[in-house]
Each structure stands twice: as structure tokens, then as C-alpha cells.
């Protein structure tokens, strides 16, 4: 099946840095979504991408389709305790039938 | 809350018993799919259905069958439960095939 490589695995930022992670497939994929999870519950969607190149926000929060259409990242500006979680890429691809996941990136925001 | 409803919240049974795990969409969904989280893993996929019929099937054991339903809730039956079927268990839906997915509260399963 695909392989989702999602990194960091995990990260250790203080209040207010920025954060950065990405995802990378090594095939074509046509969707590309954030999710964030708390513990013990279901992921959250975060933000929804479908065009290679689209760059979308949502708050502080802002995520892009890479071009070659492989790779997809994720940016948190000025990080807050709350952002803690994990965050799980899920792509499309495009001559699939299901969404694959990422392993996960571990946010742990030291206040 | 993401629109999809699942029940039991928690489930404790023992080893070779079997449980039914129940989920409905968002309104307007005609998608299902389950997935299995064991303790700090990532989401397995294990199946899919689109407007009662199955569409997609990942690592589903032979153990583990589902359904769904004319009003399009769908129920997830594990049998013959093992240790390491504890986990977490989520539904999503989607509006249509390849929409983006939204995630149910889960089903903590516990086996003993």
C-alpha cells in the first residue's frame, strides 16, 4: 500500500515559536488533509487541500499542496499551549480508492 | 463535534466474546469508514462503505465484518476478541468517495 512519511515525528517548541512538518509520498496524490488529535479523542479537521501549488489558512495555521504534487506541509505561527497534539497528514492518491495517513507529529508546546 | 455520533464510548469484554460497534454519519454523508488506533499507533484503515455498499477494504481481520445500513449508520462487528484487539476504534464519514473525512469521539475497546 502507500507509504505516508510524515516528519518530525515529534517536536518540543516553546510558547510562541513557529512549527513546521511535513508529509511526503512517493506517489501523486489529489487530496491532502490536516487532522489534529487530542488524547482519547478523534481527529479534528484542520485543513483541506486539492490543487497542487494552493496554499490555505485557517488562524494561525497555515498549510500547502506541494507542486509535484508528492508532498504537503504545515505551519503553526506563534504556537499556544492548546496547540498541543498530534497532527496526522492523510493524502488522496490519485489512481487510489482510500486516504492513507501519516505515522504522526507530537507537538508538545513547553509554556 | 465533527456531526458523527458513535456508541459505546467504552467497551470492556473479555477475550473471545464479541461486540458490535455502532456509527452514524453527519447528516447528508453517504460515506462510512472505520478505523482502528492502538495505543500510541496511527489510524489503521480498515474499511469503507458509500451509500450501502463496501467501496474500499485495508487491514481488516477476518474476525472483524461491517455494515451499513439503508439510513446509512453503520455497525462494526469484532469477534472472537484478542489482547491485542484493544484500541481505539473511529468512524469518519464523507459526503461522497473522496471528500474530506470527519472523525467520530471513537470507541475505546477494552479486552481482558
Known amino acids: 500500500g502507500q507509504q505516508l512519511n510524515q516528519s518530525p515525528q515529534s517536536m518540543f517548541i516553546q510558547e510562541g515559536e513557529d512549527v513546521s512538518m511535513n508529509c511526503t509520498s512517493s506517489?501523486?496524490?489529489?487530496?491532502w488533509l490536516w487532522y489534529k488529535q487530542d488524547p482519547g479523542e478523534g481527529p479534528v479537521l484542520l485543513i483541506a487541500?486539492?490543487?497542487?501549488?494552493e496554499l490555505t489558512s485557517n488562524g494561525r495555521l497555515t498549510a500547502q499542496f506541494g507542486i509535484t504534487r508528492k508532498d504537503s506541509f504545515l505551519n503553526i505561527s506563534a504556537s499556544i499551549p492548546s496547540d498541543v497534539g498530534i497532527y496526522f497528514c492523510?493524502?488522496?492518491?490519485?489512481?487510489?480508492?482510500?486516504?492513507?495517513f501519516g505515522t504522526g507529529t507530537s507537538l508538545t508546546v513547553i509554556p | 463535534d465533527s456531526g458523527v455520533t458513535q456508541t459505546p464510548k467504552h467497551l470492556i469484554t473479555a477475550t473471545g466474546q464479541r461486540v458490535t460497534l455502532r456509527c452514524s454519519p453527519r447528516?447528508?454523508?453517504?460515506?462510512v469508514y472505520w478505523y482502528q488506533q492502538s495505543l500510541d499507533q496511527g489510524l489503521q484503515f480498515l474499511i469503507q462503505?458509500?451509500?450501502?455498499?463496501?467501496?474500499a477494504k485495508g487491514n481488516i481481520l477476518e474476525r472483524f465484518s461491517a455494515q451499513q445500513f439503508p439510513d446509512l449508520h453503520s455497525e462494526l462487528n469484532l469477534s472472537s476478541l484478542e489482547l491485542g484487539d484493544s484500541a481505539l476504534y473511529f468512524c469518519?464519514?464523507?459526503?461522497?468517495?473522496?471528500?474530506?473525512?470527519?472523525f467520530g469521539p471513537g470507541t475505546r475497546l477494552t479486552v481482558l
Open positions: 469518519a464519514s464523507s459526503e461522497s468517495l473522496y471528500n474530506e473525512q470527519f
Open positions: 447528516s447528508g454523508d453517504l460515506s
Open positions: 487541500l486539492y490543487k497542487a501549488g
Open positions: 506517489s501523486i496524490f489529489n487530496t
Open positions: 492523510a493524502g488522496l492518491p490519485n489512481t487510489g480508492n482510500q486516504f492513507y
Open positions: 462503505y458509500y451509500n450501502g455498499e463496501e467501496r
